[in-house]
């Protein structure tokens, strides 16, 4: 068969092609679903991605505690 190859120079993710908000939920799910499964990843997920406003930092030990 035929081989295809493409060069990247700024991968995604970096400082100059940054993730969206979604690429990064969508990422984090995948990743994290099966350690703490989905909807506390989402849980977890939406926690940090409002942290740099959140009062207390608490809930976040609270989200990643194994039960």
Not at 14 to 25: G, L, N, V, Y
């Amino acid at each position: 068969g035929k081989q295809h190859s493409t060069r990247v120079d700024v991968p995604k993710g970096d400082p100059r092609d940054p993730m969206t908000e979604d690429e990064i939920a969508v990422k984090f799910t995948a990743l994290g679903g099966d350690l703490v499964g989905k909807d506390q990843c989402k849980k977890l997920q939406k926690f940090i991605m409002s942290m740099e406003t959140a009062d207390k930092l608490g809930g976040l030990f609270e989200l990643t505690t194994a039960r």
